[in-house]
């Protein structure tokens, strides 16, 4: 049984920085692709990074690239987002997500294709 759990969410001023992480159960070795969404209030949940973990391609949406990078630490078995410059804009709650056999992409693939999903984190930047 898959299990994400988020944390690292937290309130920071415009320009500042968090990391999340993602605790990944090993029932994650089924899927191959792992990544971070998130969901803005009134908003539809979004993709913010991906990583394909066969061959380790991480895709990024166009408002994370450049501030935000994902990582992995296989041996701590723990997913990263750390996000740099934050704006207003980037308050939402935040996911973990995984999926299992997922069409790699050059683009972060819909929710709807990941099966597992974190209880989120909050992410409030003012």
């Known amino acids: 049984h898959v299990q994400l759990v988020e944390s690292g969410g937290g309130s920071v001023q415009a320009g500042g920085s968090l990391r999340l992480s993602c605790a990944v159960s090993?029932?994650?070795?089924?899927?191959?692709?792992m990544g971070w969404f998130r969901q803005r209030p009134g908003k539809e949940r979004e993709g913010v990074a991906v990583?394909?973990?066969?061959?380790?391609?991480?895709v990024y949406s166009d408002s994370a690239k450049g501030r935000f990078t994902l990582s992995q630490d296989n041996a701590k078995d723990t997913l990263y987002l750390q996000m740099t410059s934050l704006e207003p804009e980037d308050t939402a709650m935040y996911y973990c997500?995984?999926?299992?056999?997922?069409?790699?992409?050059?683009?972060?693939?819909?929710?709807?294709?990941?099966?597992?999903w974190g209880q989120g984190t909050q992410v409030t930047v003012s």
């Open positions: 090993r029932g994650t070795s089924l899927s191959n692709c």
């Open positions: 990583i394909y973990t066969g061959g380790g391609k991480i």
């Open positions: 997500a995984a999926g299992v056999n997922v069409r790699a992409r050059d683009y972060v693939p819909p929710a709807s294709v990941f099966g597992y």
